[in-house]
């Protein structure tokens, strides 16, 4: 009985609201998280959670497009260089049937109307592939005007934690009968 935590991440945030995400899981399950690029295609048997996360690229989902785009803007090297979540999701299959699975993004602080959110086209395909979503999928928020790596909004790494605290709850609670 573990969880998962796949991210995305180009600057740095996105990794952190991982992190923070998995943290909260750890209190209630064990949990390894990695970047897109390391993460297994077939879930393996034993995950009871996957959590997916990346960042909002023109209001979506990263495209080969929008990450070069990302790394002509980076002042350090990007976190991630290869393909992104869209692409991992095109081959990643629960080896469990309906495995629980919930998405995240992070995006700019804003009406999600304005902003878009790359989270509805993971959680849409997390469920074309099998998985069972859990829960509403979550945007955790980035200032505009800041630091590229260091761009979080105030608070959102204890709501992160939070989060992956609250997923993994109910998923103990099951598994311990
Ligand atoms: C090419 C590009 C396009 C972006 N488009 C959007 C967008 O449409 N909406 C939004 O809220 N944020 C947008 N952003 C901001 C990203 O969401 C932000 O850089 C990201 O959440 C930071 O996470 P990271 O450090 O893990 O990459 C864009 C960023 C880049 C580099």
Same mark, same amino acid.
């Given at each position: 009985?573990? /969880?998962?935590?796949?991210?995305?991440?180009?600057? @740095?945030?996105?990794?952190?609201?991982?992190?923070?995400?998995?943290?909260?899981?750890?209190?209630?399950? #064990?949990?390894?998280?990695?970047?897109?690029?390391?993460?297994?295609?077939?879930?393996?048997?034993?995950?009871?959670?996957?959590?997916?996360? @990346? #960042?909002?690229?023109?209001?979506?989902?990263? &495209?080969?497009?929008?990450?070069?785009?990302?790394?002509?803007?980076?002042?350090?090297?990007?976190?991630?260089? $290869?393909? +992104?979540?869209?692409?991992?999701?095109?081959?990643?299959?629960?080896?469990?049937?309906?495995?629980? /699975?919930?998405?995240?993004? &992070?995006?700019?602080?804003?009406?999600?109307?304005?902003? +878009?959110?790359?989270?509805?086209?993971?959680?849409?395909?997390?469920?074309?592939? $099998?998985?069972?979503?859990?829960?509403?999928?979550?945007?955790?928020?980035?200032?505009?005007?800041?630091?590229?790596?260091? /761009?979080?909004?105030?608070?959102?790494?204890?709501?992160?934690?939070?989060?992956?605290?609250?997923? /993994?709850?109910?998923?103990?609670?099951?598994?311990?009968?």
């Amino acid at each position: 009985m573990s /969880a998962l935590v796949v991210y995305e991440s180009m600057f @740095g945030n996105t990794k952190r609201v991982a992190d923070a995400i998995a943290d909260g899981i750890a209190e209630h399950l #064990p949990v390894e998280t990695v970047e897109v690029s390391e993460a297994p295609t077939e879930i393996p048997v034993g995950v009871e959670l996957l959590v997916v996360g @990346g #960042p909002t690229h023109v209001h979506g989902m990263t &495209t080969v497009r929008t990450r070069a785009s990302a790394a002509l803007r980076a002042t350090s090297p990007l976190l991630s260089r $290869g393909s +992104g979540i869209r692409e991992w999701l095109e081959k990643a299959r629960p080896k469990m049937k309906a495995t629980p /699975a919930a998405a995240f993004d &992070t995006r700019i602080n804003g009406p999600a109307i304005l902003t +878009g959110s790359a989270a509805g086209g993971f959680a849409r395909r997390l469920r074309s592939a $099998g998985f069972r979503l859990v829960g509403p999928s979550r945007s955790f928020l980035i200032r505009s005007k800041a630091p590229q790596e260091d /761009a979080l909004v105030e608070g959102e790494l204890a709501a992160a934690r939070a989060w992956g605290a609250a997923l /993994a709850t109910p998923i103990e609670a099951k598994v311990r009968g």
